[in-house]
């Protein structure tokens, strides 16, 4: 099982800008996860951004960051990577990671129908000029 999920890279990047967000996990089984990243801006509601299988095989997008971000994951390193281009200030929110285990689909994590069973702690990304 994991134990503790850890998110980084977040911060402050002007309009345009790119980040990449790391969430890595401790514990033994991390290819038996599917891992979501998620995110929540002041007075909203918390929201999938995108969900990756325990393979990696298999990906899911948020309407809303599609062309502009990617997921892909590394399972010798136990790590989960959000890679963020082309950020806008709607992309300002508190960004968490989160893990389920397998069957659990991509798309079932992402849209909140399977609850995870762990969450990191979150990263602050915040985009402004």
């Known amino acids: 099982q994991l134990q503790l999920l850890v998110e980084s890279g977040g911060g402050l990047v002007q309009p345009g800008g790119s980040l990449r967000l790391s969430c890595t996990a401790s514990?033994?089984?991390?290819?038996?996860?599917?891992i979501g990243w998620f995110r929540q801006a002041p007075g909203k509601e918390r929201e999938g951004v995108s969900c990756?299988?325990?393979?990696?095989?298999?990906?899911n997008l948020a309407d809303s960051v599609k062309g502009r971000f990617s997921i892909s994951r590394d399972n010798a390193k136990n790590t989960v990577y959000l890679q963020m281009n082309n950020l806008k200030p709607e992309d300002t929110a508190v960004y968490y990671c989160?893990?389920?285990?397998?069957?659990?689909?991509?798309?079932?994590?992402?849209?909140?129908?399977?609850?995870?069973?762990?969450w990191g702690q979150g990263t602050q990304v915040t985009v402004s000029s």
């Open positions: 990756i299988s325990s393979s990696g095989g298999s990906t």
């Open positions: 989160a893990a389920a285990p397998i069957p659990t689909l991509v798309r079932a994590l992402c849209d909140r129908t399977t609850h995870p069973t762990y």
């Open positions: 514990g033994s089984t991390f290819d038996r996860y599917v």
